[in-house]
């Protein structure tokens, strides 16, 4: 019965566009007579206003009993969460979350409003109305810690009339590679790029930002209020979680610890640090945190010198002792993996990485048809065959790009040809499988979905849809 109704609920939830949608907790014990008609202990409301073409407004509401409990956990937290929390008199930590949190920081004065970062997108709008109850000033400056998106996905929103400022990789990787598919607006990009330090002097106080890049990703920088005594460590820092390095954005291995240790020797002993992620720490808990890393680090090398593989240093469990840390998404097994892919791309010497094929198809789907980008496709691999990085990921992408545009018949051709590159590979499967379901072809979505299961039973992915795929059916 709960499976049902819980499906039937997800089902409506995931179908609303625009919708208010209200979750009331029964706090005040309504009698059932005084809202409904049904004799059943009520939890929670769920309000649901809808306004349709003729601009009437009907509203549905659905009662949600004890029945319904779970759903409306799951429901609530895809909504963003924002918390408040008070460091100095004029600046204040704002943790975000939806899945997972994220920290950014507000600097408030008499110039306006400072941020550093301002998490990911869908947590825009409720930070603005929390910054809104701290001061009827402005947002003026947008400091990006670095680039990811749960730092700098509110940039969208305060970015129209704030002065963004961020490393200069920033703006490089958001408009090359993968990225250059997200179409990022204007507003969105850094204003000032920067690649040394700078002061800011700003509500009367010089705010130092501080370029640390290399060991998170290539655009890591820390933000110092230099008098309050505050610093923003960004992702450089996740507190009593272990760390991740994104390998992919030019973060690295060595640097990580070199640049903690950086800033450990530019910051006083008594600043209060506010992580990327997790509870604000101290200089103190800095220090521990370089350590673990390198001693990690140690670990691992030496069991790769000694002959191992990173499979078998994961079987041995030789973090054993730092499980105290794995108190956030990278688990000490992925740490273990996270090192030792490090410490092979610094022997790589980090060469830069071919651009994608997906690049120069992009700029022809733009103008064109998918079939031109095809043609270009088999041309290029054919007379430029060193000159991109022909691998699955580019074509997958480039036909989730035509996915979300609604190209379905493109984004089929797309997937199609990536089948015939790949046709070992569950995921090229799964992808030419969504592109039908979204399409509306139930028939052949199953087809692919269950090629793809075929291949990797672990695509659960692929089989939650197969699964709702096929309940559609009966
Ligand atoms: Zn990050």
């Not at 028939?443 to 090629?451: F, G, N, T, V």
Request: proline share 3%; with cysteine; hydrophobic share 35%.
């Amino acid at each position: 019965k709960m499976e049902k109704d819980r499906q039937k609920l997800e089902d409506f939830l995931n179908s609303l566009k625009g919708e208010v949608v209200s979750i009331i907790p029964n706090n005040k014990n309504l009698g059932l007579a005084q809202i409904y008609g049904i004799a059943r202990r009520i939890n929670f409301l769920l309000i649901i206003e809808k306004i349709n073409d003729l601009k009437m407004k009907s509203k549905t509401i659905f009662i949600i009993t004890a029945i319904m409990l779970i759903v409306t956990n799951t429901f609530a937290q895809k909504k963003a969460k924002v918390e408040v929390a008070k460091i100095t008199d004029n600046i204040y930590k704002l943790e975000a979350t939806t899945t997972f949190s994220v920290n950014m920081l507000a600097f408030i004065g008499d110039d306006g409003i400072l941020l550093v970062d301002d998490c990911m997108a869908e947590a825009s709008e409720t930070i603005q109305a929390e910054l809104k109850k701290l001061s009827d000033k402005p947002v003026k400056y947008i400091i990006s810690t670095h680039v990811h998106g749960d730092h700098t996905g509110g940039n969208k929103l305060f970015g129209k009339d704030a002065i963004i400022i961020a490393h200069s990789n920033v703006k490089k990787q958001l408009t090359s590679g993968f990225n250059i598919l997200q179409e990022f607006s204007e507003e969105s990009l850094p204003d000032k790029s920067i690649d040394e330090e700078m002061t800011l002097n700003f509500n009367g106080e010089d705010v130092r930002i501080i370029p640390l890049p290399g060991g998170h990703s290539d655009s890591d920088m820390i933000v110092w209020f230099t008098k309050s005594g505050v610093v923003c460590m960004g992702s450089l820092l996740l507190t009593n979680q272990l760390p991740y390095i994104d390998y992919n954005a030019g973060g690295g291995i060595k640097a990580y610890p070199e640049n903690i240790e950086k800033a450990i020797s530019i910051l006083p002993d008594d600043a209060v640090l506010v992580a990327g992620h997790g509870e604000n720490a101290t200089i103190d808990d800095l220090k521990k945190y370089s350590e673990m890393i390198t001693k990690t680090t140690g670990i691992v090398q030496q069991g790769l010198n000694n002959g191992k593989t990173v499979d078998d240093l994961v079987k041995d469990k030789v973090l054993a002792e730092y499980d105290s840390w794995a108190n956030g998404f990278v688990t000490t097994d992925f740490w273990i993996k996270l090192i030792a892919t490090g410490l092979s791309n610094e022997k790589k010497n980090n060469k830069p990485a071919k651009e994608s094929i997906a690049i120069p198809l992009y700029y022809t789907v733009k103008e064109k048809k998918a079939e031109a980008a095809i043609n270009q496709y088999r041309e290029l691999k054919k007379n430029k065959p060193d000159d991109y990085d022909f691998g699955e990921q580019g074509l997958n992408m480039l036909g989730y790009y035509l996915l979300g545009k609604n190209r379905f018949d493109e984004a089929i051709e797309i997937f199609k040809l990536n089948i015939k590159n790949f046709p070992d590979s569950w995921n090229v499967y799964d992808s030419l499988g969504e592109a039908y379901m979204k399409k509306g072809d139930k028939e052949l979505a199953i087809k692919y979905y269950k090629k793809s299961l075929e291949i990797n039973p672990d695509n659960t992915n692929g089989e939650k849809f197969l699964n709702e795929l096929q309940k559609k059916e009966k």
